[in-house]
């Protein structure tokens, strides 16, 4: 036993002095492990071969051979580093000081490659190899067909990539309509969590008896979802609340998940044309952080709080406000709404009533949008209730967003060059907002603006597909809208599901170019000469007031004579680290060859004086010490190189 201890803090400090010599940062402690045991076998044979050509026999395994196979070993592992490394690099934010545990890593490695093969072999099946970048394609499937493959699929899969479905579903600007309505389809078959489950979660969350927080407790679930539970309760105090739990363990199976769709989208990414036009390593990303945050309820209560505020002064919407003092990042308690979920409803005979609430609900996410304030990101029939009296109430703040003072003033302009037809005053509004690069086209740009504006604008108002149809438009042309710009769109889109299943025909772009010409004539036209006085000084006032201080500031230089320009070549931080960068590789680029040119010519010398039992030389000993230096130093400025084209191609 002691042997056998003795062996692991052997190969664990082993593997800590190979991965500082070669400067390896992000290759987990699993991995390194690996390429020790790699590098031990390769360095051994190296090692033999060697002894074994001086000698002209096997040697014998003792200390003196396992001291000369040493350098071997070395050289072996850092080279089985470099290569794992840049196989598996990722980046991520350092944590500080951490306890390597390597049989909990080994166990998740192992789950994660059981679960990869589980979803790629599901993948094969249904022949979408080839869309992740696994086998070439042997046939072309109609849309409908691919779109119905693509749903089977996720159903195999199971997990977290059924709500991965569930959220391409909702985004119109990627997939066609044939393939968003396949994916609505998917219907996550979660097993109802027991109630014995469901009262640990609340005890261990709340961290007081279940009993001290509930008057009543109705254990049949409201519904039963992927990522939680919910539960109709009343406080003690007679409130009748809503309560959310979150699934045990659920956190390492989404990480297994995500870990194995980040891995298919960048492999899908590097490897087919689709996949790097679209820029899927990113957009997994973005559902990698959608995800983790409605894992987190706190983050959905907060949300919903400022959607409390946001919709206070519209009449006829309402949002649950929540119980903060019962919320956890686990478990969340809102207020119960009385009603009937909207996708329940059928069409009302009463078109005038109808439509008033459509006005409500339009109005209040359009207003909101358009003045900075929280909106609801997926505001679908199954998150609108018709509550009790006949107001409507918005649920499920998981998925929010709210546009900054940038973003604000990029739509105002957007929606001015709507309203004028000018794609020149378009593509401005979406360089302000850095949509646009340096690698992009402005001319390629502006003419498929200009034809967009051709095909939808004119005498009548566009259709609300329009807005899907920009919003892919801008995705083909490899424009990248920030988050909350694309959530608005998204919103946009599936507002006008919604609206049309409450009121048939509304005029969704009516009611958006009439609000958003109100906003617009309250920004640049003010209904009086001091309320214009007032914005304009509320921009130009801080400029103006330090105006003269900078003026007489310059004037008092240029007379005595101390007004100077300075031009600094790499004045950027960024330019001198990558020019130190570039200095340092190329120096110990040159030191390592001449270190192991000056090795090569020691190892040649004949020399009389002979170390050992292996009958080498004084030179030669110092040969191999320069040439394991070399080796070192250009692994070293090998792995840098090849990290940093893996983190260009990122």
């Excluded at 070669?22 to 076998?41: C, D, K, N, P, Y």
């Excluded at 970048?133 to 499937?141: D, F, W």
């Excluded at 078959?189 to 709340?206: M, N, Y």
């Excluded at 801080?542 to 201080?549: A, G, S, T, V």
């Amino acid at each position: 036993m002691v042997d056998l201890l003795l062996s692991v803090v052997v190969v664990f400090v082993f593997a800590w002095i190979a991965r500082a010599l070669v400067g390896a940062r992000e290759l987990t402690w699993g991995r390194t492990i690996l390429a020790v045991l790699i590098g031990i076998g390769l360095g051994d044979t190296a090692a033999i071969l060697l002894v074994t050509r001086d000698l002209g026999e096997i040697p014998a395994i003792g200390p003196e051979f396992y001291l000369i196979g040493m350098p071997f070993r070395l050289v072996a592992t850092m080279g089985a580093i470099v290569v794992l490394e840049v196989l598996f690099s990722r980046t991520r934010k350092r944590r500080g000081l951490t306890v390597p545990r390597p049989f909990r890593t080994v166990r998740r490695l192992l789950g994660v490659g059981a679960r990869a093969w589980e979803v790629s072999r599901i993948a094969a099946r249904h022949g979408l190899g080839p869309l992740i970048g696994q086998g070439r394609a042997t046939s072309q499937y109609s849309p409908e067909d691919l779109a119905r493959r693509a749903r089977l699929a996720l159903e195999d899969c199971r997990g977290m990539f059924i709500k991965l479905g569930q959220l391409l579903a909702t985004r119109p600007d990627l997939l066609p309509p044939e393939a968003t309505r396949e994916l609505g389809r998917l219907h996550a078959s979660a097993v109802p969590l027991s109630r014995e489950d469901v009262q640990q979660v609340i005890e261990t969350e709340l961290g007081r008896p279940f009993s001290e927080v509930f008057q009543h407790f109705d254990w049949d679930p409201l519904g039963s979802a992927s990522i939680g539970q919910a539960h109709s309760a009343t406080l003690h105090n007679g409130s009748r609340v809503v309560v959310k739990v979150r699934r045990p363990g659920l956190i390492d199976q989404v990480e297994r998940d995500l870990t194995i769709t980040m891995w298919m989208a960048r492999n899908a990414e590097r490897r087919t044309d689709w996949g790097e036009a679209y820029g899927v390593a990113g957009l997994a990303g973005e559902f990698a952080d959608t995800l983790r945050a409605e894992l987190d309820f706190r983050i959905e209560a907060r949300q919903g709080s400022e959607m409390v505020e946001a919709v206070a002064n519209d009449p006829g919407i309402r949002v649950p406000s929540v119980v903060d003092s019962l919320t956890t990042e686990g478990m969340m308690v809102m207020e119960r709404l009385e009603g009937t979920p909207l996708s329940a409803v059928s069409a009302d005979p009463d078109a005038e009533a109808s439509r008033r609430l459509a006005d409500s609900l339009c109005e209040s996410q359009v207003r909101a949008m358009l003045e900075g304030r929280r909106f609801h990101g997926d505001p679908h029939p199954g998150n609108v209730m018709v509550l009790d009296d006949s107001s409507l109430g918005l649920i499920d703040m998981g998925i929010t967003s709210r546009l900054d003072r940038f973003e604000q003033a990029a739509v105002f302009q957007m929606l001015v060059a709507l309203k004028l037809e000018q794609p020149t005053l378009l593509y401005e509004s979406m360089v302000s907002i850095g949509a646009v690069t340096p690698g992009h086209n402005p001319d390629e740009v502006e003419r498929a603006l200009a034809q967009f504006m051709a095909t939808y604008l004119g005498p009548q108002l566009p259709p609300p597909a329009a807005l899907t149809d920009l919003l892919r438009l801008i995705m083909e042309l490899g424009l990248r809208l920030p988050r909350s710009t694309t959530a608005m769109f998204r919103a946009l889109a599936t507002l006008a599901g919604t609206l049309e299943h409450l009121s048939p025909g509304y005029p969704l772009v009516e009611v958006v170019a009439d609000l958003g010409g109100a906003q617009l004539q309250r920004r640049f036209m003010p209904d009086s000469a001091s309320e214009f006085i007032q914005q304009e000084w509320a921009e130009l006032g801080p400029l103006l007031r330090r105006l003269p201080r900078h003026v007489d500031r310059l004037a008092t230089m240029a007379e005595h004579g101390r007004l100077s320009a300075r031009i600094r070549l790499f004045g950027d931080a960024t330019e001198r680290q990558f020019l130190e960068r570039l200095v340092n590789r190329i120096a110990f680029t040159a030191l390592s060859i001449g270190t192991g040119a000056v090795s090569v010519m020691l190892i040649d010398i004949d020399d009389d004086q002979m170390m050992g039992f292996l009958n080498i030389g004084i030179f030669e000993v110092f040969g191999w010490i320069g040439l394991f230096i070399a080796i070192t130093l250009l692994l070293r400025v090998l792995l840098a190189v090849l990290r940093s084209e893996n983190e260009a191609r990122r």
